[in-house]
């Protein structure tokens, strides 16, 4: 059975500091991975979505790694902002569904 | 430019009681999904509908019901509140049917309290 698992739970970072966010997953069969913000009492906004046959992908300050032979992602966020502050989500989707990490929750300080 | 909507934004129910969660998307995607997000949990998948006119369980189905009205539409409904239910709701829909590699757009969610 898929399990993924975000570490560290909680993060808390001063502004301006780059800031790496893990996400691993048990079985590399994946079709795809997408990392997902969410804001307190909001949905999820879709940040980046590498392909199974990609290593990464890049948006703005935004920039995820895909390495499925490890059954790892990470997503690092340069130069971060009070703004960058929620909960992030990562999700593998594997045959008909995403199976969603339990996220991890991010501060950046001013 | 709404993408995913859903109504109610916020819903208490006795135990008991039934309710229709509504969803409507405006890309013209193929797949409409409901998740539940409960603390410690994460998100889960109750039913999702690969394209308009069907329908599948996803990992926490029982005590639910679905039905996509149309393309655009995809409801789900609670025969008879349990406090189990007692989660937020979120509706997501993406281009392409379930195994092909595309991501998903969900919306605001759906909070419900079941009492």
């Known amino acids: 059975k898929q399990e993924v698992t975000q570490i560290p739970a909680a993060l808390s970072v001063p502004e301006g500091e780059n800031l790496v966010l893990n996400c691993s997953f048990t079985d590399s069969a994946i079709y795809n991975l997408q990392w997902f913000r969410q804001d307190p009492g909001k949905g999820l906004t879709s940040l980046l979505l590498i392909q199974s046959s990609q290593r990464e992908q890049t948006s703005g300050r935004l920039n995820a790694s895909l390495d499925k032979s490890s059954g790892r992602s990470t997503l690092y966020i340069a130069a971060s902002q009070p703004g960058d502050s929620a909960t992030y989500l990562c999700?593998?989707?594997?045959?008909?569904?995403?199976?969603f990490g339990q996220g991890t929750e991010l501060s950046v300080k001013p | 430019n709404a993408g995913v909507t859903q109504t109610p934004k916020f819903q208490v129910l006795k135990t008991g009681q039934s309710m229709t969660l509504q969803c409507a998307q405006d890309m013209n995607h193929n797949s409409m999904y409901w998740y539940r997000q409960d603390p410690g949990m994460g998100l889960r998948l109750i039913y999702y509908s690969a394209s308009e006119g069907t329908t599948d369980k996803g990992e926490v189905p029982n005590g639910y019901n679905v039905s996509r009205l149309n393309k655009r539409e995809f409801s789900l409904r609670l025969e008879s509140a349990a406090p189990s239910q007692t989660s937020v709701y979120f509706c997501?829909?993406?281009?392409?049917?379930?195994?092909?590699?595309?991501?998903?757009?969900f919306g605001p969610g759906t909070r419900l309290t079941v009492t």
């Open positions: 999700a593998v989707k594997e045959g008909g569904k995403l199976i």
């Open positions: 997501a829909s993406s281009e392409a049917p379930m195994g092909v590699a595309y991501e998903q757009y």
